[in-house]
């Protein structure tokens, strides 16, 4: 019996060890991490690298907090909401707001299309501090939806195609874009909202 | 013996620990492996093109909002598309011509709509598809017969659109194609007033070798 178990074990050491060398190969550790006070730190102590700035969104991404609402005029609403982010380098602290003052998000619907487009909505949302939480919130409304000739039967079902974040400082005229590639290659899954929308 | 067990069962729980862990990666390799060459198709979240796969033919019903005399194009139409792929790809039923427009049932239907979105007065037709992972699983076609006039055979004047050039483009809609940006194709996203476009070139061709 020994003699069987002692080489699966070994092989089933090997492997484990394997796989957690990949693991750590694979998802490697972030540069961008949050202390205790939910303070951004980057090691190369430059936000606006485009590196910098990458991991700060995908940071973002991974930890926002969604809220669906319906406001008094039946307009569908999301908010994100960060709490207590500031963007730490050198010596300064940048709050979230002060970086990406306005995000642009683009829903899609995922499962239709239209001669071969999908219905897409489009959103600005304005960043805003409020003590310790930056609070974005977005509201749609039929006027935003690029496709809209549907009938009664839209779309239910909406998922996030970009983030644009817009930055003020330094690049103005220049949006960077996060990708959806980019949002499930940090997420692992894809944000789906039911939304309903009503023909005007 | 215990220790063989004890370290087997560490190592067990060691390796499923370490893959519990992903989220991304393990989306990530899917989406390395499940992504396809779009070949002119739609594509899903994960890059898959999207196409009713071996549901063929896809039965479309005419409604009778489609005027007579455009029917039959309806007809060569779908035969363009079925010679080029050497099998029936659609099949076309005139059997029930008081067919309802519902973009959720399971029957695929053309309509001629004589109402039409006013902010989209330059769209000649749209083709709404729904599928569910990379398959199709409906497709209605919609005529604007609003904004536009239509001939079969020869033009009254120089402002009527081909029936049949758009019906074979709409119907490329309704196999998964998306518009083309490379001439020439019947999946060029307008059809001009002097335009005859009915027979697929070989980027056509190409695109629907790729799925059917």
């Known amino acids: 019996m020994k003699k069987i178990f002692l080489p699966i074990s070994i092989f089933i050491l090997v492997a484990a060890v394997v796989l957690l060398y990949q693991h750590r190969t694979v998802r490697g550790p972030s540069s961008v991490i949050m202390d205790n006070d939910g303070v951004i730190q980057l090691p190369d102590s430059d936000v606006y690298s485009n590196e910098s700035k990458k991991q700060i969104k995908r940071f973002v991404l991974r930890t926002l907090d969604w809220n669906?609402?319906?406001?008094?005029?039946?307009?569908?609403?999301?908010?994100?909401?960060?709490?207590?982010?500031?963007?730490?380098?050198?010596?300064s602290i940048t709050d979230f707001c002060t970086l990406y003052p306005t995000i642009l998000l683009i829903l899609e619907a995922?499962?239709?299309s239209y001669s071969g487009e999908h219905p897409e909505i489009m959103a600005y949302g304005t960043c805003q501090n409020q003590n310790t939480i930056a609070k974005i919130d977005f509201v749609f409304d039929m006027s935003n939806i690029r496709l809209s000739n549907w009938d009664d039967e839209s779309p239910?079902?909406?998922?996030?195609?970009?983030?644009?974040?817009?930055e003020t400082t330094k690049t103005q005229?220049?949006?960077i874009n996060i990708t959806q590639y980019e949002?499930?290659?940090v997420l692992g899954y894809s944000i789906e909202f039911p939304l309903t929308l009503k023909k005007q | 013996m215990k220790f063989p067990l004890l370290f087997l069962a560490f190592a067990i729980i060691q390796i499923g620990c370490s893959r519990g862990v992903y989220l991304g990666p393990e989306s990530a390799e899917f989406l390395a492996t499940a992504s396809q060459e779009d070949c002119g198709y739609l594509q899903n979240e994960f890059g898959q093109r999207v196409s009713w796969k071996e549901n063929l033919p896809v039965e479309f019903w005419i409604s009778k909002s489609i005027p007579e005399e455009f029917r039959q194009d309806i007809v060569t139409a779908a035969e363009t598309w079925n010679?080029?792929?050497?099998?029936?790809?659609?099949?076309?039923?005139?059997?029930?011509?008081?067919?309802?427009l519902s973009t959720s049932d399971q029957k695929n239907t053309i309509h001629g709509l004589q109402e039409w979105?006013?902010?989209?007065?330059?769209?000649?037709?749209?083709?709404?598809?729904?599928?569910r992972g990379n398959l199709i699983t409906g497709a209605d076609i919609k005529i604007n017969l609003t904004d536009f006039v239509y001939y079969s055979k020869e033009p009254q004047?120089?402002?009527q659109i081909h029936f049949g050039s758009l019906l074979v483009h709409e119907l490329g809609h309704a196999i998964g194609l998306k518009h083309a940006t490379i001439k020439p194709t019947v999946m060029w996203a307008t059809l001009g007033f002097d335009v005859i476009r009915v027979s697929l070139s070989k980027t056509d061709q190409q695109s629907l070798g790729c799925e059917y």
């Open chain 1, 68 to 91: 669906m609402k319906t406001s008094q005029n039946d307009a569908p609403q999301f908010s994100i909401r960060y709490e207590n982010i500031k963007i730490h380098a050198n010596n």
């Open chain 1, 110 to 112: 995922p499962n239709v």
């Open chain 1, 156 to 166: 239910d079902k909406w998922r996030v195609k970009h983030f644009i974040f817009s």
């Open chain 1, 173 to 175: 005229s220049r949006n």
């Open chain 1, 183 to 185: 949002i499930f290659s």
């Open chain 2, 83 to 100: 010679l080029s792929a050497g099998k029936p790809v659609f099949k076309i039923n005139l059997s029930d011509l008081d067919v309802v």
């Open chain 2, 117 to 131: 979105d006013e902010g989209k007065s330059t769209q000649q037709a749209v083709t709404i598809v729904k599928y």
């Open chain 2, 157 to 159: 004047n120089s402002k």
